[in-house]
């Protein structure tokens, strides 16, 4: 093909409609009416001789053609972007901004203290948002810019979402140290609970829809057994919360346990199955790559978790660091 009936805002324009699938959205996104980035679809696709978009419902769908472009295109955006940035370092301390991030009251509870104020200690003016899992889908909010980050389980998330792994979650068992039932049957602290009796005794779960089955449910299925799950709540604190004053038992990630077994009076102990362990991720916008102070804000937040230990908390309870 020519070169010359190519520019670069036709390219801008076709990473957009790449990203957000919308004549709409893509406009927004760079700053065009829907007319012009229409009139820069048609060029587009008299260039490339392909049709590039088709229509299916509110949607503009990729043609094989269009995908094929999509992560060249993005990549040579990506380098036009950091050739033409400024010679400037970019200085967390002068940044006036405020984050949303998105995730469950582990984060809120584990991550989010300790990770504010190493924050304010160098960049006064970022503030924090942080909202429950429960609000709603991740790429949607995304795409609306009404969160900067999602720190989630493994999610199905658009192509245009970028992602990183923070660390794996497996699952310890909590009971309250009173539980009648293990200390009737001599299952100390740190020992597996048996099957049968696993199976037996009433469960709470977190649940964000309301749903009574989870991970471990589905674990216990491909065993053909079944367990007893009679309370469900919204955060995992409620669910420790309730354990340690009632009959229950409770999956929940192992270093949540570690950290509720040390201001509650709960025990931790082994789970008699494998539970696959969810690796827990951090999403965003891919346009959010570069952004400086946004690329900034990931790399503090991995260093945390990394100073956290999340991806290293795999011995007794009492080993774990406070938090």
């Known amino acids: 093909m020519n070169l010359n009936a190519l520019d670069l805002n036709l390219v801008r324009v076709l990473d ?28 587009l696709r ?24 999509a992560g ?43 990770f504010a104020a190493r924050i304010a200690a160098v960049a006064p003016g970022i503030s924090f948002r942080f909202l429950d899992s429960a609000i709603g889908d991740v790429s949607k909010l995304l795409q609306e810019d009404l969160i900067d980050l999602a720190l989630e389980r493994p999610l199905e998330v658009a192509e245009w979402v970028s992602s990183v792994a923070l660390f794996d979650s497996p699952f310890a068992v909590i009971a309250a140290k009173a539980n009648a039932a293990l200390s009737k049957a001599g299952i100390a602290e740190g020992e597996q609970v048996p099957l049968d009796l696993f199976c037996a005794l009433p469960h709470a779960l977190r649940s964000i829809d ?6 471990t449910d589905d674990a216990l299925g491909r065993m053909g057994r079944t367990r007893r799950v009679t309370l469900a709540l919204p ?36 789970a008699p199955i494998s539970i696959p ?17 946004h690329r900034w804000i990931r790399e503090q937040i991995l260093d945390e978790v990394g100073k956290l230990g999340f991806k290293d908390w795999d ?4 080993a774990y660091p406070a938090v």
């Open 72 to 114: 060249p295109v993005r990549a040579a955006l990506r380098e036009i972007e950091r050739a033409f940035q400024p010679a400037t370092d970019f200085d967390p301390a002068r940044l006036e901004r405020t984050f949303t991030f998105m995730g469950a009251d582990f984060f809120s509870t584990l991550l989010m203290p300790p």
């Open 277 to 293: 362990s969810p690796a827990v991720r951090m999403y965003w916008h891919a346009r959010r790559d570069d952004d400086p102070p």
């Open 16 to 43: 957009a409609l790449l990203r957000e699938k919308s004549v709409t959205r893509a406009g927004e996104q760079i700053g065009l009416s829907q007319p012009a980035v229409s009139a820069a679809l048609n060029r």
């Open 235 to 270: 955060h995992f604190q409620a669910v420790a919360l309730a354990v340690a004053n009632g009959p229950y038992l409770a999956a929940v990630p192992r270093q949540f346990a570690a950290v509720a077994a040390k201001s509650l009076p709960l025990g931790v102990y082994r």
């Open 46 to 69: 008299h260039a490339l001789n392909d049709q590039l978009f088709v229509r299916r419902g509110n949607d503009m769908v990729p043609t094989p053609r269009a995908e094929s472009l």
């Open 315 to 318: 011995g007794p309870v009492s």
């Open 210 to 215: 309301g749903s009574m089955s989870g991970f």
